[in-house]
């Protein structure tokens, strides 16, 4: 297998991107400068930018409470993604929606979702639409292992695969749902052995592995577009991060997560894999990470100089003018 | 008296009821190895072993609806939301199940199940878990719906739940957790569907629940200071309603304030002024004044956030209003 150089450098971005965002965030958040609570995608940054990298501004995916990583691999702009989550007027849905409800239509990123749980009938909806409208189209949802509890996960996939609707359903297994080890809650080993039950195709991959990633969702992706129905793909990975900025951790130790990030980074991964193959030289990697670093800095910046919504933002948005109420 | 917070007053009932009676278990997200995010289910794993506090799968619908049949088949279970907003997710088992199961079939059985509920504004938490959804349960019949506003109500009313041979939704405002207050040594439990006359007044009744009865409180004091005697009355049971507590205090002050944090369309304010309209309103001097949350989902900003939260000199605007 080979690669463009271009489509690597495209890919290290996202992936990069989504780990200096991240790191800034915890910074900004545990400095008492952003309101709420945030997840943090560090060390999953492989899966997103490996999926999304199959897709096109047309397609849409759906993302969860961890969803800044999403975000970014679909190709949201980081400025409004930074302002929404300081509340501002300027963030993606105007300071309404915040970390856990970030959402860009126009890039097909149909939001981050505070319920666990609540992307999966959606994507299964616009997969629905694209095969009704015959755009070729596909939709992706990512959820966790601990997400795959839910009972809308069994009633988006049957009704997707009973229907050969375009999506993929990504389950993002970082062993951990909240403060629950995934083995605690759910007696099959594997996630993707549930898609025997839905007549379905699967498919492990590891999950620090963005070229792995990336080869397995092509494939699924691929046969969506074709007609062939819905992928379960579940990507092993191990969450890095406390399950929210500021969350004690008191159900693991450091030592154990501190060794498995250095053992396997996602990022790191990459780049040795890029350097050992001659794909990128280091002195590229380094640059791309520079520059990544000063766009960080300056959407900080802006956020925090942007102003807070109006007032009257409050009572905005709830209704849109229908224009069957317009012209009667 | 002893201070300890909500989130202890709710463990001891817990805790007592637990000891009282080994058919009541608890079970919900991430409550035994974390002690619940409020910290409200700390040490009771250690106590009574984690085959009586489970920790469940991400999975309300099984969580209520395991809780009914296990209700049906002689345990004492108290499930927990971890946010209110997710009972979203289990709607079905709440109102087609949990609240119907005895009536529709002819008294057969008993329902003994609570269902606990962290409602109400934290910390630009945002639209989904942000939410106070009482009103909804007030609509069904069949379910009882509590609501605590202080340390000893939450212990009280907890245990009385737990007692009690009815489904009760037991809805406990994140704000108030860490909050400190009274509450009286060994057991009590206080009486589901009776209100509480948290001040006596005389020229105006403003009922409440939950946080914002201490924003009531403030009010009270404040318009104490202005001359105007308020009688705050704290409902502890949306369903069913005190009816009697109400009237006669409104028969008292002959006039009416009602405060929640729920959006104020459709809430429970609608529906005491309604009961007071229909078999009081001869006794009324002036309109009735119901403050709530504007008819928007809670926004993420702090900016925004700030406009939907009633204040208590919104609560003393109402009163000056009425009792001109
Ligand atoms: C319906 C619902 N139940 C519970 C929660 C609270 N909650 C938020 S994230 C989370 C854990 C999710 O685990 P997983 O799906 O594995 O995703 P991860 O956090 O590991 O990315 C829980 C229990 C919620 N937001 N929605």
């Known amino acids: ?328 | 008296m002893r201070e300890i917070t909500f989130s202890e007053a709710t463990l001891e009932a817990m805790s007592e009821e637990m000891q009282r009676d080994e058919k009541v278990f608890v079970m919900g997200e991430d409550i035994a190895r974390q002690g619940g995010i409020f910290g409200q289910f700390k040490g009771l794993p250690q106590k009574f072993g984690v085959e009586r506090v489970i920790d469940t799968p991400i999975s309300e619908t099984a969580i209520v609806g395991a809780g009914i049949g296990a209700a049906l088949a002689g345990m004492r279970p108290v499930v927990d939301m971890h946010f209110a907003d997710f009972v979203g997710v289990c709607m079905d088992e709440v109102l087609n199940q949990m609240a119907k199961i005895c009536y529709m079939f002819g008294g057969q059985c008993t329902m003994p199940l609570v269902m606990r509920a962290p409602d109400g504004i934290i910390r630009s938490a945002a639209a989904q878990h942000s939410q106070s959804l009482e009103a909804f349960f007030l609509h069904i019949p069949g379910l009882k719906v509590v609501i605590p506003s202080n340390t000893a109500d939450a212990k009280g009313l907890l245990k009385a739940a737990i007692r009690e041979d009815n489904p009760v939704l037991y809805f406990e405002h994140k704000a108030l957790f860490p909050l400190k207050g009274p509450v009286p040594e060994g057991e009590f439990c206080i009486p589901i569907g009776k209100a509480n006359i948290a001040k006596e007044g005389k020229d105006v009744t403003i009922i409440s629940y939950s946080l914002m009865m201490h924003r009531a409180l403030e009010a009270a004091d404040k318009l104490a200071g202005q001359g105007i005697s308020a009688e705050v009355i704290d409902l502890r049971t949306i369903s069913p309603i005190d009816k009697e507590t109400i009237f006669s205090s409104v028969a008292k002050t002959k006039r009416l304030v009602i405060v929640h944090e729920a959006v104020k369309t459709g809430g429970v304010g609608a529906e005491i002024s309604a009961l007071v309209a229909e078999e009081m309103i001869d006794y009324l001097d002036a309109p009735i004044k119901r403050l709530g949350a504007p008819f928007v989902p809670i926004p993420f900003s702090p900016s925004l956030e700030r406009l939907v939260k009633i204040n208590a000199d919104q609560i003393v605007s109402a009163v000056e209003e009425i009792c001109k």
Request: charged fraction near 25%; include cysteine; charge should be negative.
């Open chain 1, 1 to 328: 297998m080979s690669y463009q150089a271009d489509f690597l450098r495209a890919l290290y971005r996202k992936m990069v991107t989504i780990r200096k965002f991240e790191e800034k965030i915890g910074e900004l958040f545990l400095g008492g400068e952003l309101p709420g609570f945030v997840h943090l995608y560090i060390g999953e940054e492989a899966i997103a930018s490996g999926i999304c990298s199959n897709l096109t501004d047309e397609d849409y995916i759906t993302s969860t409470h961890r969803g800044h990583g999403h975000c970014i691999a679909k190709g949201a702009n980081i400025k409004p993604m930074m302002a929404e989550i300081f509340g501002k007027k300027t963030g993606y849905c105007k300071g309404k929606g915040g970390s856990m409800h970030i959402a860009d239509f126009s890039i097909g990123m149909l939001g981050a979702n505070g319920v666990v749980g609540g992307g999966y009938t959606l994507a299964v909806g616009a997969a629905l639409a694209a095969k009704m409208k015959k755009t070729r189209q596909v939709a992706v949802c990512f959820f966790g292992d601990g997400a795959s509890n839910r009972g809308t996960f069994h009633e988006a996939i049957n009704m997707a695969a009973a229907w050969k609707l375009p999506v993929i359903f990504l389950c993002e297994n970082n062993q951990w749902a909240s403060t629950t080890p995934y083995r605690t809650t759910t007696a099959v080993e594997n996630i993707a052995d549930r898609a025997v039950g839905y007549g379905i195709p699967s498919n492990i991959v590891n999950g620090n592995d963005v070229f792995a990633v990336y080869e397995a969702a092509k494939v699924a992706i691929e046969r969506a577009r074709e007609g062939g129905g819905p992928t379960l793909i579940e990507a092993k990975t191990y969450r890095i991060k406390g399950h929210f900025v500021g969350d004690p951790e008191m159900y693991r130790t450091k030592a154990e997560v501190q060794e498995r990030f250095e053992k396997d980074d996602p990022l790191k991964n990459f780049v040795s894999d890029v350097l050992a193959k001659g794909w990128l030289k280091k002195a590229e990697l380094d640059q791309i990470e520079t520059k990544i670093t000063e766009e960080v800095d300056a959407a900080v910046d802006s956020a925090r100089k942007d102003p807070y919504p109006d007032d009257n933002e409050l009572y905005s948005d709830l209704y849109v003018e229908s224009e069957v109420n317009l012209r009667a």
